[in-house]
């Protein structure tokens, strides 16, 4: 095969894409993937809400499809996402218990289902999304109820459970310096002088047409790498409604987006994974997220290359 894994894994890197265990029967899907990918991560099949219905009831069916699929054919995978504000279940939403409890529920949580795929996990996303744009801390269930400690005790629980894996703080608009990448990087140099277990940092990387500043973003990863981080790219994909011009114009904007943020990553060595969020267009999150038409990926809905890919291809 001659797909962006094969040139991908030249230069050192991984390369992959959010699915659904639904997809994977589907076999041009799941062969394109494997010639194309070499790391996947369950777009929500991993989250609370699918994992833990009820309370002490765990459900790992649906991810374990993914997770046995990635095994043969021989495809990393991210886990995602272990405590987050969203996709949360009803028991939990509408929970009314102690500070002891809180914790517990969050052990529990982490503990079980790191133990269940110990051993079969490259990264997790330990904690996702804890900020606002302002940088305070999101008021979620786990920060209300435990306060902000819950990260560092997320990191301890994921660690001991499967200390083989690498842990990752993931977020999203923290690609260049603001105040959110401000009080996630204050947040994460004061884990690691704690020395609580932390590798990573993902950067999930939805952005526009209109992209960011390269030499910024640049910079903001190094600042992350020089506390012995790595600075991964987990959900990249492009929003393109807002772009002003021809569908062909369009496409080349979006692939110039992609084009630059892979550069930055193949020019660092912190950067180890770029993951785009879906495999091809009509599988986006985005078309519902944003309410429009979007072609946000690397494949058409007809599996066919798009020019994002062409561009990503031409760097290898
Ligand atoms: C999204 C999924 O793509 C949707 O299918 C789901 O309805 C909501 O979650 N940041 C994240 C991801 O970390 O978990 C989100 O995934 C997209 C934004």
């Known amino acids: 095969t001659s797909g962006l894994r094969d040139a991908a894994a030249a230069k050192g890197k991984h390369i992959g894409v959010a699915t659904q265990s639904w997809y994977l029967t589907d076999s041009k899907y799941s ?12 777009e929500y099949q991993m989250k609370m809400s699918e994992i833990q219905d009820q309370r002490g009831v765990f459900d790992f069916t649906e991810a374990d499809k993914i997770v046995d699929f990635a095994k043969r054919k021989n495809i990393l995978v991210r886990g995602h996402a272990l405590i987050w504000h969203d ?3 009803s028991w939990v939403v509408n929970g009314n218990f102690s500070k002891t409890e809180w914790i517990q529920i969050l ?33 979620s269930i786990w920060y209300t109820n435990i306060g902000p400690q819950y990260i560092e005790m997320a990191f301890k629980f994921a660690h001991d459970a499967d200390p083989s894996a690498k842990l990752f703080y993931n977020d ?9 990448s401000n009080a996630m990087y204050q947040m994460i140099k004061s884990l690691k002088s704690k020395g609580i277990p932390i590798d990573g940092v993902g950067f999930q990387t939805h952005l526009t047409t209109d992209g960011v500043n390269y030499n910024d973003m640049t910079n903001n990863f190094q600042r992350f790498a020089k506390l012995g981080l ?6 990249m994909d492009v929003i393109s409604h807002v772009f002003k011009g021809s569908f062909e114009a369009k496409m080349k904007a ?19 994974v770029f993951m785009t969020w879906g ?30 890919y062409t561009a990503m291809e031409s760097l290898l």
């Not at 309410?291 to 798009?306: H, R, V």
């Open 172 to 180: 999203f608009d923290t690609e260049v310096t603001n105040a959110k």
């Open 254 to 272: 979006t692939a110039d987006v992609y084009s630059n943020v892979y550069k930055i990553a193949l020019s660092l060595p912190s950067c180890k």
């Open 31 to 42: 062969s394109l993937l494997s010639n194309e990918f070499d790391i996947i991560t369950p």
């Open 87 to 89: 996709a949360l279940p």
């Open 230 to 235: 790595d600075t991964d790219i987990t959900e």
């Open 107 to 139: 052990k529990d949580h982490i503990t079980t289902t790191v133990s269940h795929f110990k051993g079969k996990i490259y990264a997790w996303d330990v904690v996702n999304e804890a900020f606002w744009t302002n940088g305070d801390y999101r008021p």
């Open 279 to 308: 495999l091809k267009d009509d599988h986006s999150w985005l078309n519902e997220d944003t309410g429009f038409q979007e072609y946000p990926l690397l494949f058409d809905n007809s599996y066919n290359k798009k020019p994002a």
